[in-house]
C-alpha cells in the first residue's frame, strides 16, 4: 500500500487522540435515556441506591467523552460532567412537559408510556434537550453527535443550539429542520417536513442570527417553511400547510394557502391568504 498514504491516516489518527466515536456517544445516549426514562430500558433498578450507582457511572463515562474530546473541555472534564448531571432534573422536567404536549395535541396517542416507546418526536426532543445541556456548557462535536444520531433515526433534525421552550411537540416530524439559532417558545407544535431555515448560507453569517424566532402557542402545519433570522412568528398564530414565510406577521395571525379556480381555464392557482383572527 502506498506509504505515504498510510502516513497520512497514521497522522490523522493521531491528532484526533481518542476522540469519542458517533457510536460510543450514541450509546451513552441511550443509556443515559433508559435511566431516565424506564419505558426506554428492560433494566429494572432493585432500589434507589442502585439507580444512583449506574448514574454516577454514566457520569464517569461522560467525563471519559470530554477528556477525550477534542477543545478545551478536556481541562474541565470533571467540572463539566458534574454540571451537565446537575442539570437532569431541569432537563427531565421539561421533557416530561415535552411528552404532556404529544399527548394533549394527538387524538391517536393511547398513553404517555407509547409516547415515550414509540413517538419519533421525543425522542428528537430528547436528544436535542440533552444536547443543548452540553452545547450551553460550551463542548464541543458531542452535542452535535447527538442530535445527528437522532435525526439519522428520525429524519428530525434540530441543532443542538436553537433555543426551545417547555410544552414542545413534533408531531409524525419526518424531515423537520430546526436551525442553530432559532428561537422557539413554549407551547408551540410542529407537523412533519416543517423547515425554520436561514435565507443566507454564507459562511460570514455564521456568528448572526439566520433562523426565525416562533413565539408561544403557535402551530405549524406540513411542509411549512418559515426562513430568515429577522422573521418572527407572532403568538398564537397559525401557520398552514406548504407555506413559504420570510417575513414577520403579528400575533393571531392565520397563514395557508388556498386553490382558486379559474373561469374558463380547467387550471387552478393556489392563492397565500393572511388573516388576523383576535
Not at 506509504?3 to 460510543?24: G, N, Y
Not at 457511572?57 to 477525550?68: D, G, H
Not at 418526536?121 to 445527528?148: M, S
Not at 414565510?245 to 392563492?271: C, E, F, H, W
Amino acid at each position: 500500500m502506498n506509504k505515504a498514504f498510510l502516513q497520512k491516516i497514521f497522522e490523522l489518527h493521531q491528532s484526533c487522540d481518542r476522540c469519542p466515536s458517533p457510536q460510543v456517544v450514541a450509546d451513552f445516549f441511550d443509556d443515559l435515556l433508559g435511566s431516565l426514562f424506564p419505558d426506554y430500558t428492560q433494566h429494572a433498578y432493585r432500589n434507589v441506591k442502585e439507580l444512583e450507582m449506574h448514574l454516577e457511572k454514566l457520569q464517569l463515562s461522560l467525563e471519559e467523552l470530554l477528556y477525550f474530546n477534542i477543545g478545551p473541555e478536556r481541562d474541565h472534564a470533571e467540572a463539566l460532567a458534574n454540571h451537565f448531571f446537575n442539570a437532569l432534573p431541569t432537563v427531565h422536567d421539561l421533557l416530561e412537559g415535552d411528552i404532556q404536549a404529544m399527548f394533549e395535541g394527538d387524538p391517536a396517542a393511547r398513553s404517555k408510556h407509547e409516547i415515550i416507546r414509540s413517538y419519533p418526536g421525543f425522542f428528537a426532543i430528547a436528544a436535542y434537550r440533552l444536547a443543548h445541556a452540553l452545547h450551553d456548557l460550551g463542548v464541543k462535536t458531542i452535542p452535535r453527535i447527538l442530535t445527528e444520531y437522532a435525526h439519522g433515526k428520525t429524519g428530525i433534525d434540530i441543532h443542538p443550539g436553537a433555543e426551545i421552550g417547555p410544552s414542545f411537540c413534533i408531531d409524525h416530524g419526518t424531515g423537520v429542520v430546526i436551525g442553530e439559532t432559532c428561537n422557539i417558545g413554549s407551547h408551540v407544535k410542529i407537523y412533519q417536513g416543517v423547515t425554520l431555515g436561514a435565507l443566507s448560507v454564507d459562511k460570514v453569517d455564521a456568528d448572526n442570527k439566520r433562523h426565525p424566532t416562533i413565539e408561544d402557542h403557535v402551530v405549524i402545519y406540513a411542509g411549512a417553511t418559515i426562513l430568515g433570522g429577522e422573521t418572527v412568528i407572532g403568538h398564537h398564530s397559525v401557520i398552514g400547510g406548504n407555506v413559504w414565510l420570510t417575513r414577520s406577521i403579528p400575533a393571531y395571525s392565520k397563514v395557508y394557502y388556498q386553490a382558486q379556480m379559474n373561469m374558463g381555464d380547467s387550471g387552478t392557482s393556489d392563492v397565500m391568504v393572511f388573516k388576523q383572527y383576535k
